[in-house]
């Protein structure tokens, strides 16, 4: 099972754009990239997820690096309510799957 | 409106005592799985079920007992609570593989 690697925390400032990295040297070719996020302590919510393409949705983009190992998470225009923990997730259909720590965005007025 | 269901919300209980977290989804769902929440340690899997009657063990299974006698529900059973097993409990669901988990809104068991 493919280990993630992903900043503790950072800032972004209200309407700009929030660039959030994940490492996931270790995924293998049938694994997904999966983002979520949880607000507090609420069920984590999915955002967007990709194999190896670059997708977007209502809610972020996704940028996957040809090589696989690592992937962006874009949120276009961060508002206060996107301030979250962030989770970058490889999942495959073994039904085992690993959050890793999350990145904590605060997104600041 | 399709959701996963946990029950109860809160629920606070004395060691020994066996209790049950009931799990169900309205999605016809193939996979379900429970995680534990605790601070610092973030999400980690308890135990994961790909079908009916199908069921595996996730990173902490210790303490911990499932069923999936049905599609629909996954209960989560501890047999003898310890303290230790305080912690924020979630349940989720997926349908086909690539598709995204759907996860319910949490129970919050404390253990004293």
């Known amino acids: 099972d493919a280990k993630t690697t992903q900043p503790t925390s950072m800032d972004c400032a209200e309407g700009r754009a929030a660039n959030l990295p994940c490492n996931h040297s270790t995924i293998s070719g049938n694994e997904y990239v999966y983002w979520y996020r949880q607000i507090h302590s609420q069920g984590p919510q999915y955002i967007i997820h990709?194999?190896?393409n670059n997708e977007t949705n209502e809610m972020a983009s996704l940028i996957i690096t040809e090589d696989r190992k690592s992937s962006t998470l874009i949120l276009p225009h961060a508002t206060l309510r996107d301030t979250a923990v962030y989770y970058c997730i490889p999942f495959s259909n073994t039904g085992k799957l690993i959050f890793g720590q999350g990145t904590t965005l605060q997104v600041k007025p | 409106e399709a959701q996963v269901t946990q029950n109860p919300r809160y629920l606070i209980t004395v060691t020994g005592k066996k209790l049950t977290v009931t799990c169900s989804q309205n999605?016809?769902?193939?996979?379900m799985s429970w995680y534990r929440q605790d601070p610092g340690l973030g999400l980690r899997q308890i135990y994961y079920s790909m079908n009916v009657e199908v069921t595996d063990k996730g990173d902490v299974p210790e303490g911990y007992k499932v069923s999936r006698k049905e599609k629909r529900n996954f209960p989560l059973i501890l047999e003898s609570p310890s303290p230790n097993q305080t912690s924020l409990y979630f349940c989720?669901?997926?349908?086909?593989?690539?598709?995204?988990?759907?996860f319910g809104s949490g129970t919050q068991l404390s253990v004293l």
């Open positions: 989720a669901s997926r349908g086909q593989a690539r598709e995204k988990l759907f």
């Open positions: 990709g194999l190896k």
């Open positions: 999605m016809n769902h193939e996979y």
